[in-house]
Every structure is written in C-alpha cells, then in structure tokens.
DNA sequence: CGGTGCGTTGACATTTCTCAACTGTTGTGG
DNA sequence: CCACAACAGTTGAGAAATGTCAACGCACCG
C-alpha cells in the first residue's frame, strides 16, 4: 500500500480533509491500514491506547460490557467515522470496547504516540480536533435524548427517520448493522424491536425486509417519535 | 466586579486553570458576570450563540423540549462545569435549552465572538479546549451507558454510586436538584422514583431525607446497578 | 394565611421483558 | 456440493416493571 493511496484515504474523511498538505503527509506517516473480518476485536475497555481508528469502508460497533454479561452499545459507526481520539487525546485508556460488525473493514489506525507528538509540536492540528470532538458531542447528545425516550416505539422510530436514507422514490434505509445490534443500540430486546417492525409493517407504515427499511408513512412515524404514545 | 476577582474565578474552574496566565487575562477582558435565580432561562434551542457559560456556584440543567412539551433533561451541571463550548466553538447555535435549577447561581458568561477570535488568534487555546471537549464526552458516554440501562432501578442505583459523597461515616449524597429533574434525568417518572426510595429505604439499604440520601448498603446498590435484575 | 407546585401514595392499564420453541440463514467441513 | 451446526430472527404466552391518572399532604413564597 503506498503512502500516497494512504493519503487519500485519509483525506476522504471529513476530520482531515481541511488539513494543510505537509501537515497530512506527516499525519499519513503515522497511519496504517488494515482489512478486518466480523467480529474482530479492535481493542478492549481499560487497554491502553496504542492507536486512534477511522473506517475506510466497513462498520464497527463501541460497547460497554456490564457484569451480567449485557452489552451495551454506546456507538455504531461507519465509513467515514473516527473512533477514539478522545481516549488517545486526554485519557490513555479506552473507555469502550471495539467490534467490527461488517465483513472486509477496512480500518486506519493512527499511533497515538505520533500523533499526540504532532498535536504538541503543529498549532494546527488542534482547531481541526475541536470541530471533530464537536461533532462527536453532537451525535452523543442526540443519543441521550433519544435514549430519553421511554417507549420503545418512539426510539425505533426516531431512529429510523434520522437514519440517511438513499431518496430514491421513498426512503430506503439500508440499517448497515444486525437487528440484534440496533435492538442494543436502541436499549430494547430484539424481540421488542422484531414485533415492531412486524406491527409497523402490518400497518402499511414500512416496509421490512432482511436488511432494508422502507419509510412509507414517515408522517405517522414522526408523531410516534414524538411520543404521541404508544403504537396500536 | 473588579477584573482581579474575574481572573481568579476563572482560574478556579479546571478547563482554565492550565492557561498561561496572559492568555487567562485576555480570556478575562471577554467575562462578564451575573446572578440569577431559579427559574431564570440562560438560553433556548436554536438561539444563536452570544457566549457559552461557566457556573462559579450554583446548578443549571441543560434540556431538550419535544414537541409534546415533555422535558429531555440532557445534563445536570454544578459549580466549576463549563457548557455551550461546543454550540460556539462549531456551530453557532445552541442546541438545547438551559435553566437555572437553585437559588442564586452565579454565572460567568464568555462572549463567543471574542473567544473565537482568540481562538483563531492564540495556539494555546485550542489544545485546553480539546481537553475540556474530550472531558465532556465521557461523562456523556457514561450518560449513554447510564440510560441503555433498561431496570430504572439499576439506573438509579448507578447514579447515586456516581455521585461524589461526603466521606464521613457513611455516603451521604446532596442531591442538588428537585427529585422531578433528577427523575427526568434518569429517564423515569417522579413517581417511579419516589417508589425506587421508598422501597430501598424500607429494605434499609438507603436513608432518604429531604434532599440528602445517606447510602447504608452500598454492596446491595451495585448489584442493582449491574442489572442483577430488579428490586425485591 | 392562602396558593402553587413538589412529593407521595394508591389503583389501574400498558408496555416491555423473559422464557421458550421454532424457522431461516450462513458458513463450514466432510 | 451437500449436510449440519451455529446463530440471527420470529413468534407466542405469561410475568413484571413502569407509566398513567387521581387524590392528598406538605413546604415554600408571596
């Protein structure tokens, strides 16, 4: 893999792609590139950080692991996203656990001892984390107050409708992750979340296949979103 | 207000206190100070950013309103928090509604446009800024796990675990916020909440006052906080 | 001293979880 | 290439937690 594909690649990611040239080559230095199966581990809770990620192509999931053996999932992310600058830039632990959730991920990794070097030693590195951190803030705000939500219903739904959706005739989500995984990200058992989409269905509002979801009604799911109580 | 006691209250707050101290003056000429009272509405969502905030005492919660007036209470802040950061340092507007939850709470209020030009202006800025931003993310990230809890029992019991104690004796937690915030917070109905207490103060894990709760069992509300399945 | 709103308690309705069985899909090894 | 194992997803029945509605006591503030 050559250092200028490598380049590329990191320049297609929207944290990186306002950088300075020389400072991007010297960030490229630092970056390697990986191709990852399901179910790959990428690094644990409490392990200390090596390396900060961006996804290429793929998906990954961040959870938390509870003692019970429930896992919680904080974040699903993918092509595009940066995962762990936080950890690399203030904790040296990661808070989270990494899992990649789709077959042939491609992964960047960025040392973190590099780069917490350049990110002293260059001024301009710094503005380009804070947007980045922001939006992060962003994202997670929204997850709490989605998380906010007491019914389940109103979760999924407005889940569904913040999801992109490729605007063809009707929105078609393509939910890039398994059922079981969105269940968890969602704070709900799959079972929960089968018998909604069934409901849903059933109800002329969408329309479930494997692994596609198309809006039909997004008017009603919005008043669902709104907690205009529950479903039925 | 003199400016000499403006720079003091500024560096008593953690995200300031790293600043060379002629960048701390500057940031000090951008401070002004208030007062405010129960009640009082510091911002709104959509509002466009005049200046984000720092508490010197006091509480303040941060919500999100849906459109069926209910109330998403997306953080809960104390003396020496920081927040809006984000709103001014990204995007300009605020996301979320801010309110003042106790009796006169004191606010230093830093003008946006004169910190983003700092910010702009000075290197040294931006590096204590990602530190304050990477700081709020993992208490949202643990916010996140907090809410994916599904017993509001385990919720609960992880929050007053959270919560720093007056190490005497015995935990004792001052809960700085009426039991309906605290119950929003936690995504659960007051009544819900007062049950949880009752409950837990007749088993005799807990000692609920007014506004103070002592913790008897701490061993017992970990269980519950790890999901050991609900109460009784 | 009266009002306003928080906190509590009770009765009830409902959602959602739990447990269990069954189906379909995927991937592997013979 | 097929059989089988492993696992995701679905469906059903029952239990439990929590929300809803309503009434009441109590504190705080005017």
């Known amino acids: 893999m050559s250092a200028a594909e490598l380049?590329?690649?990191?320049?297609?990611?929207?944290?990186?792609?306002?950088?300075?040239?020389?400072?991007?080559?010297?960030?490229?230095a630092l970056t390697t590139r990986s191709r990852r199966g399901t179910g790959d581990l990428i690094f644990?809770?409490?392990?200390?950080?090596?390396?900060?990620?961006?996804?290429?192509?793929g998906g990954v999931k961040l959870y938390r692991a509870s003692p019970d053996g429930h896992e919680q999932v904080v974040h699903t992310l993918h092509a595009g996203a940066t995962f762990a600058e936080a950890a690399v830039l203030s904790f040296g632990r990661y808070p989270v656990n990494?899992?990649?959730?789709?077959?042939?991920?491609?992964?960047?990794?960025?040392?973190?001892?590099?780069f917490l070097?350049?990110?002293?030693?260059?001024?301009?590195?710094?503005?380009?984390?804070?947007?980045?951190?922001?939006?992060r803030l962003v994202t997670l705000v929204e997850r709490v107050e989605e998380l906010s939500l007491v019914q389940a219903g109103s979760r999924l739904a407005r889940w569904l409708l913040r999801q992109p959706a490729s605007r063809d005739q009707q929105p078609a989500i393509d939910l890039g992750l398994a059922k079981k995984d969105l269940a968890a990200h969602l704070?709900?058992?799959?079972?929960t979340l089968s018998r909604l989409l069934h409901r849903w269905q059933a109800d002329g509002w969408i329309e479930s296949q494997r692994t596609r979801i198309v809006l039909k009604d997004p008017e009603r799911?919005?008043?669902?979103?709104?907690?205009?109580?529950?479903p039925t």
Chains 1, 2 share one sequence.
Do not use: N, W, Y
Request: aromatic content about 4%; some cysteine; proline content about 7%.
């Open 7 to 28: 380049l590329g690649a990191l320049r297609a990611l929207p944290h990186f792609k306002s950088l300075p040239p020389d400072l991007l080559a010297q960030v490229t």
């Open 221 to 230: 799911l919005l008043e669902l979103a709104d907690g205009v109580s529950g």
């Open 98 to 114: 990494a899992v990649v959730t789709e077959p042939s991920t491609v992964l960047l990794e960025i040392g973190a001892e590099g």
């Open 44 to 57: 644990s809770e409490g392990e200390s950080c090596r390396a900060f990620f961006a996804i290429e192509s």
């Open 117 to 135: 070097r350049l990110f002293r030693e260059d001024a301009r590195l710094a503005p380009a984390m804070v947007a980045s951190l922001s939006m």
């Open 187 to 191: 704070a709900m058992t799959p079972e």
